[in-house]
């Protein structure tokens, strides 16, 4: 059962904080990615000096790190960092001159040693430049709100510029009843952001229902939204409740809209504008109370040019219209999420393994399959550590996250323009390997890392003596490789070298429980 009082409470507080408070002025910041001391990642220190002209002194015990908005702040306290400080200086044009000043502090800024000083750019600090100090503590040199506003977290991972923006605008549309589109690259967490929103309104004691238009059948969409009446189609003994009749007082989630069959989009909407529905075969309409919170990661504009989307849909979704930021664009919440991820894997404890160079390289990826990629290179970190084999399976891990000339891979190019796809000769059955088990055998954003298309990799897949078949799995195998992983079936999988649900499906062809 929701506790009222809370919802209340974070209504009011996200009300408040909406009506009140504008975004801030940002400025040079660090924030730890990796630390031996796990609980200190996340921590942030603002470096408003360097606004002014003063340098900032970073070492053991400088600056003074604090999670966001706690009072309490502490150096890095890491003694295989030197007391004698490394020195930050503002430069000209928002840039900050990073100066060794005979500090014995071993010092990488994104993966290049410091010999005497460097000098960083301000769209460096956009991006988000990797120091890593002594190969013990991990940060990110970026920009933040000098004073950062105090909101509900919303469920939300992360503090970084980007998570605050889109924190507000969740805040802004919570109170309204108006549709929603959310849009993103895929693997940004729209479908969080969505419960996000339903939670944090005045529908949340109501019922919140989400469907995939991708998954719907087009000829089945209008009955599954909007209902049927009996003996509407061949097989409709019955009357059948749609998704808004599921969601009446609440909220229905509508994830992939871009995919919503032409002849249904007239239908949606007329339930947007009216709040009326007619179910498949029946001559009456029927009064919803809903509110839609559509998401997508295509580009609708294109589909509006070529009729595959009505633009009076679109106009009625896009009303009010929330960015979630990639992966890349708010590469400072890295460390919070990675470590939160294993900390769901192997519980709270000991992460001391977790060297210093692998979270510095995972921080100067790309992300094209953005957290939800994170997460599947955290369970395979994970499946490593619990199998005693971290160094053979991170250096091919590492490895799969890198193109071959060595270069972090590219971002993910906008929805708009043509991908430029590698040549599939181009890809290695190792790299190809490498790349499926990082990314938990989802091929999609395996796809995106190897720069190939999906088409392109299936066949890659079929012809591959070292990319496992689920089919070809019997079921002594199958069952040693799950008592290996107690029981746990995505790590057997990964374990079997297959995809999850291949390894389901093969389990249930053959009658495992």
Known sequence: MPDRRLMTDTRKTTTAWAEGLAPALE???????????????????????????????????????????????????????????????????????????????????????????????????????????????????????????????????????????????????????????????????????????????????????????????????????FGAAKGAYTGAAQAKEGFFQRAHGGTLFLDEIGETPADVQPLLLRALESGEIQPVGSAETRRVSVRVIAATDADLEARLADGRFRAPLFHRLAGFEIRVPALRQRRSDLGRLLYAFLDEELGAGDLTWLQAGWVARLARFDWPGNVRQLRFVAQRLAAAHRAGALRESVSALLSSLTAPQGQPLAATPPAHRRPEYRKKEEVGEEELLAVLRAHHFELKPAAAALGISRTVLYELIEKSSLVRKAGELDPPEIAAALARCGGDLEAAALDLAVSPQGLKRRMKSLGMR
């Not at 952001?193 to 309104?201: F, I, T, Y």
């Open 27 to 225: 400025v040079p910041a660090l924030t730890v990615l990796g630390h031996p001391e796990a609980h200190r990642v996340g921590e942030l220190a603002t470096l408003s000096e360097l606004v002014s002209g003063e340098a900032v002194a970073l070492s053991r015990l400088a600056p003074l790190f604090g999670q966001p908005g706690a009072s309490t702040t502490e150096p890095l306290a890491e003694v295989h960092l030197s007391r004698r400080p490394l020195l930050l200086e503002p430069g000209t044009g928002g840039q900050v001159l990073v100066r060794r000043a005979g500090s014995p502090t071993l010092l990488e800024i994104d993966g290049e040693p410091l010999a005497e000083e460097r000098s960083l750019r301000q769209e460096d600090l956009e991006r988000g430049v990797v120091l890593e100090l002594g190969q013990r503590v991990v940060l990110l040199l970026h920009r933040h709100p000098a004073t950062p506003p105090d909101l509900p977290a919303f469920g939300l991972v992360g503090a970084s510029a980007a998570l605050l923006r889109l924190r507000r605008e969740i805040a802004l549309a919570a109170g309204s009843s108006s549709p929603v589109l959310l849009r993103g690259e895929s693997g940004t967490g729209k479908e969080l952001v969505a419960r996000a929103l339903h939670a944090a309104s005045p529908r949340s004691a109501q019922p919140y229902v989400t469907v995939n238009m991708a998954a719907v059948p087009p000829s089945l969409a209008a009955s599954e939204l």
